[in-house]
């Protein structure tokens, strides 16, 4: 019998391991992913802060909304594919499973290809659109000219390490990101310190480190444990593409909502920082750098997030409700803790975070304090809103996980920013943070108490599997 049959025909730990091993196993990968992940743009801000300076932070800022673009077209090919093939390898159902997967596969490599020549050609006016000064463009120019290329890689990678997630293997899922970036980091100081080669350094490093991290993706797909990954299973099937998109829409919402919301801040910060002592470019640098400072606690949440994912999927497809609730009572205890230590360092750290992404005048650190400090106050529960997110979408319930997906940016952050600057000036704009972020708390903690409750008592007996 073929090799990949028997290791697909064994009892699949997802249904009988105790759950809270299952998520040490899968989430600690994952967030380690995430950070890693996280950690292109965080070493990129660092070394650009101390060796090209506040423009040069202000650079990546209005260029990371295209790394959030990616990010949401990763998150909707491969959450919605991961969330498929769980699914149906829960349900017994092989084949439907590996055409789901193979069918992402490829859906993730045109996405990507698309993407990465859009934003190449359209750069200008995305930098513009992004909110870039004049002071700042130049500098946007030659970064996000650079990192177009490596979207493409970048995108496929992180898609493709979810659906590697998924298939029960997270340690290699995470090799994949640690990978790159690690020969980020190394690059970064090469490029940058040794051959001086600037932003552009710093950004020809990013696209190499992803495009290590894709090679690796790729060396994974004779492995597939749960399927055998062929060329005809890397046909492109419009219908499923369809329902890969609808359980993957939650995600690529959220992320999307995102991008929209990192444009309209900092479009904001510079007209009414313009208007404030600090001018237009204090208030834009330092947002960027706050914006990849909660990239480390948002790579913890949604790396819990997605470590769940497998979990849940496979649980509801072989209707074991019980582990399903107790996967995520145990994961929002731990988005908690995680949040009350972020919590915790931003109120009383925050000079001292602002400074490891380099220097600046008084006024400088002045901003960043107050930034931290206000904007991410409820960051004690941010957290709770990936993981709903993900409950909703592994389970299969699209309409409920693409609302909550949305809350925080699109029901509560952006109305918000479009009434408070008006009343209260710059300020305003940070206290928009924390109000969005406890509503969404609330409506995702509500939501999800009110799908568990509807969830049968009893769990199924186990179906026969599928033969093929």
Known sequence: MDESVTR???P??????PVGGLIRQFAIPSIISMLVSSAYNITDQIFIGHIVGMLGNAATNVAFPTVSLAMALAQLAGVGTAASYNLNLGRGKRKAAAEYLGTGLTFLMLLGVILGAVVFLLRDPILRLCGATDAVFPYGQSYLGITALGLPFHLASTGASTLIRGDGSPRYSMACTVSG???????????MMVFQWGIQGAALATVLGQVLSFLLCLRYLPRFKGV?????????RAEKVKEICQLGTANFLNHIMMMVVNIVMNNLLSKYGALSIYGSDIPLAVSGIIAKVQTIVISFSVGLAHGCQPIFSFNMGAGKYSRVRLAYRKALIVALLIGLVAFALFQLFPHQIAAIFGSGDPLYFQFAEEYLQIFLFMICVTGVQ???VNYFTSIGNVRQGTVLSASRQGLFLLPLL???????????????????????CTLALVSVWRSIRRLPRQDKLPAPPEEG
């Open 8 to 10: 697909a025909d064994r």
């Open 12 to 17: 699949n730990p997802l249904g009988h391991a």
């Open 181 to 191: 970036a690690v020969v980020n980091i190394v690059l970064d100081w090469l490029f």
């Open 228 to 236: 055998r990954v062929t060329r005809q299973t890397l046909k492109l």
């Open 386 to 388: 990936p993981l709903s």
């Open 418 to 440: 479009a009434v408070l600057p008006q009343l209260w000036g710059l300020e305003g704009i940070l206290y928009a943070g924390p109000i969005a972020e406890g509503c969404a």
